[in-house]
């Protein structure tokens, strides 16, 4: 009997919002039994100039990227998976989006400065270790300064979504999101669609419009999700005829739900999106 090979198709470094670098986490992805993984940093592909430089890598990798941009005022998450991370139309949309997300980053800034803390922009800045910001950074930084106890709570009093420092319509549009990944050979999909809190009618017009702008595919696993959530996401997959992926969505050690490899059965009745490639 062929043992199936386990894919691992999103997840993080610290050329974004991990905690481990490139190397380290495909040596903890290949420790978790992971045969194929993507890391699909926000809006840079660095991960993969890192791992060009180290020796042979114990597992196979499929170059991914993460875009943000915003849909009816939610922000939305589109992988990019299967992506040459050389070409004109990935750098092209890298550097819109790292403009975007300085920018937004200079605006959240700007807020916490306005509640009385002090040097938030350049702390943050430290806390990322580079010039991809992102919420989490702002969330840590919020900790350490003691005006939260952990970064759950520096989302929903500060950066979750409604919250005065939630700064949107910053990101490119989701047709100009999926053009850059087609255009650089890759596979568009939507990212953990449980996690934005959409009906499952809005759901279902996101995909609308997403297919419309020639999306291909969307998570139906991301992490560990109980078996409802998994079942009512293949129906969808396959009622909109779109490719399946799976992801562990992975940012740090301790989040035992959104370990490298240790996220729920992949349902067998989906086409997978390794299929496509």
């Known amino acids: 009997m062929t043992i199936p090979l386990k894919y691992d198709l999103h997840c993080h470094t610290t050329c974004s919002d991990g905690s481990l670098s490139p190397l380290e986490l495909v040596q903890r992805a290949a420790k978790q039994g992971v045969d194929i993984l993507s890391i699909t940093d926000h809006d840079t592909a660095l991960a993969y100039q890192l791992l060009d430089a180290s020796n042979q890598l114990p597992l196979k990798i499929i170059p991914g990227i993460e875009f943000s941009t915003e849909w009816r005022k939610v922000n939305i998450h589109i992988v990019g998976l299967n992506i040459n991370p050389e070409s004109d139309a990935l750098k092209a949309g890298v550097a819109h989006q790292q403009h975007a ?110 297919i419309k702008a020639g999306g291909q595919g969307m998570e139906i696993v991301s992490g560990k999700q109980i078996p409802s959530v998994t079942k009512d996401l293949s129906s969808i997959c396959r009622q909109k005829n779109l490719f399946a992926s799976c992801g562990s969505d992975f940012h740090q050690p301790g989040e035992n739900w959104a370990e490298l490899g240790q996220f729920s059965t992949f349902p067998a009745d989906c086409e997978p999106v390794w299929k496509h490639w």
Do not use: M
């Open 101 to 210: 997300r300085k920018e937004r980053a200079e605006r959240i800034a700007e807020k916490l400065t306005g509640y009385g803390f002090n040097d938030v922009l350049d702390k943050t800045l430290k806390i990322a270790g580079n010039n991809n910001i992102g919420r989490p950074h702002f969330a840590q930084y919020l900790v350490e300064a003691g005006a939260v106890s952990n970064i759950k709570q520096a989302f929903k009093k500060f950066l979750g979504s409604g919250t005065s420092c939630d700064i949107k319509q910053l990101w490119a549009g989701l047709p100009q999101i999926i053009e850059w990944i087609r255009g650089a050979g890759g596979t568009p999909v939507l990212a953990h669609p449980a996690k934005y809190n959409l009906t499952r009618t809005k759901l279902i017009a996101f995909l609308d419009d997403f």
